[in-house]
DNA sequence: ATTATTTTGCAACAATGTTGCATTTATGTA
DNA sequence: TACATAAATGCAACATTGTTGCAAAATAAT
């Protein structure tokens, strides 16, 4: 078991359940994003879908992943560098979504850069999706 | 009835249907984004549902419309400023969502950053999605 | 005006997401 | 460790969203 896995539930008062220790697993180890449906097929029918939304739902909360704008109505999450506190307004990102694959990176070492906007819009936070193609499609 | 409906309709070889021309009206008045659940409801059930989504796809594969990416999982359109052919691959936008009202806003005059990414990611588009409190609603 | 083509509406289906509630599991405390 | 309390899970049922096939209707071409 990853080592920031207990960690993290705990550091979020969350209870340290099965579930929970194998999806946190899940995004620790393959560190692209994650859909609701590759979670579901990967635990291979282990936890009820249910469970999955709401553990999902959790994280998100909880700032420990967070939901990666797409074009395509498929909802992603990644996650978090470090857990952003309070699950709000967490740092901007620049995300990289592969045509050819679908994978989805999270770019946190890329700088957003700023976007100069009208007077009178007030900005909370900046997302840059990017797509194309990935490293491993070329 | 708009000018340019008609016109839009007949360059990329549309037959001229009611559901094409009021839903096309729609993106031309209201600048805004629009997710289908906003058509359903303007319409009044004149059209049926599955109409609705024939005919966003057909806008999308002719380029007259986009889709926005956003975080949550609705899909929403937008107005291409001038069609962009064959659809795929059009101008690199950002998009405005606002926090309080919901609204999307296409801010076509808006520079795109350029964004410098690792070695061996190939960009073929650029989304930036910020996020905020409008105009309207300061 | 008539034929050929395209689009629509309906029905049925599939996928995705939500809610309430009883049962199970985890946590805190003696 | 055993027990009481609190939290999370699984199930069922439902709601929403999106898709597909096909006959009927509308549009376009002749």
């Known amino acids: 078991m990853h080592p920031r896995i207990l960690d993290t539930l705990k550091r979020n008062q969350l209870s340290i359940t099965d579930s929970r220790k194998k999806i946190l697993e899940m995004f620790l180890q393959r560190k692209g ?15 009820d879908r249910v ?15 967070h939901t990666i704008p797409s074009a ?5 999450y990644a996650l978090c560098k470090d857990d952003c506190s309070e699950g709000h307004h967490h740092d901007n990102h620049v995300h990289f979504m592969c045509d050819q694959c679908g994978t989805t990176y999270c770019l946190d070492h890329v700088t957003v850069p ?3 906007l009208p ?3 007030l900005v909370s936070q900046v997302d840059v999706v990017v797509s194309g193609t990935c490293l491993k499609c070329q």
Do not use: P
């Not at 994003?33 to 936890?47: R, T």
């Not at 395509?72 to 992603?76: G, H, K, L, P, Y």
């Open 33 to 47: 994003a994650l859909a609701h449906a590759d979670i579901e097929q990967q635990s291979g029918e282990e936890f």
């Open 51 to 65: 469970t999955i939304y709401r553990t999902l739902q959790t994280f998100v909360e909880k700032g420990i992943i």
């Open 72 to 76: 395509d109505n498929s909802v992603r």
């Open 114 to 116: 700023s976007v100069a």
């Open 119 to 121: 007077v009178g819009f």
